[in-house]
């Protein structure tokens, strides 16, 4: 069964400081894979995705992420990180090669920054 | 150009009532997907519809229903609403079937059943 892990519920970091988000999948085979960003009260805001090639992609508001096929991994990354990220961020997978549109999403990472 | 637009933002109704959702999509998405998402179980998938018809559907009762109109316009629609129902409904959007052509979301509907 598809299903995204999400190990850290909540973490909080300092302004400026590196930020590492970890995305764990069980898939059948490589999915596509998603991050998204929620503020409260809002909708969900896509970060970036991977679809294929390079493992390493690049997102809105100087996110990256990578995919590391041997780990069933897709961490997103900031460098230095902002007050205004705080937010949840979810992660999530679709269906490759499949006309099924739903996407399995994780339980979430509310991240807090400290000024 | 527009994004999703989800009507209405909040909503309070009574158990045992029934509600109506609207969600209508980017100018040109087709596909039209519902999500409910709460603390305790996070973000479930409810149903897709395409072309006006239903195309896949998550694991909840026949309560939830929906529909899609030609102008790709989505209701979805609650019957006998219990407490658990309350939730923050999403709905998103996307060109077409097939979760490589991304989706986009709009800022959802809060349900509360008192």
């Known amino acids: 069964a598809q299903s995204v892990t999400q190990p850290d519920i909540h973490i909080t970091v300092s302004e400026g400081a590196s930020l590492e988000l970890r995305c764990n999948y069980s898939?059948?085979?490589?999915?596509?894979l998603f991050w998204y960003v929620q503020s409260p009260g809002q909708g969900l805001q896509l970060l970036l995705k991977?679809?294929?090639?390079?493992?390493l992609v690049q997102g809105i508001k100087g996110f990256e992420a990578e995919f590391k096929r041997s780990q069933s991994s897709f961490n997103l990354r900031k460098p230095s990180v902002h007050w205004s990220d705080a937010a949840e961020y979810f992660c999530?997978?679709?269906?490759?090669?499949?006309?099924?549109?739903?996407?399995?999403f994780g339980r979430g990472t509310q991240l807090t920054v400290w000024p | 150009k527009a994004g999703v637009t989800q009507t209405p933002r909040y909503l309070i109704k009574t158990r045992g009532q029934q509600v109506t959702l609207s969600c209508s999509p980017i100018?040109?998405?087709?596909?039209v997907s519902w999500y409910q998402q709460t603390p305790g179980q996070g973000l479930q998938f409810l149903f897709e519809?395409?072309?006006?018809?239903?195309?896949n559907k998550g694991n909840f009762p026949g309560r939830f229903s929906g529909r899609q109109f030609s102008n790709s316009r989505s209701e979805m629609n609650v019957s006998t609403l219990e407490l658990g129902d309350s939730a923050l409904y999403l709905c998103?959007?996307?060109?077409?079937?097939?979760?490589?052509?991304?989706?986009?979301f709009g800022s959802g509907t809060r349900l509360t059943v008192v």
């Open positions: 998103a959007s996307s060109w077409a079937l097939g979760s490589n052509y991304g989706y986009t």
């Open positions: 898939y059948g085979a490589t999915p596509y």
């Open positions: 991977y679809f294929s090639g390079d493992t």
């Open positions: 999530a997978v679709g269906a490759r090669g499949s006309t099924l549109g739903r996407l399995y």
């Open positions: 100018s040109g998405h087709r596909s």
């Open positions: 519809y395409f072309s006006e018809t239903q195309r």
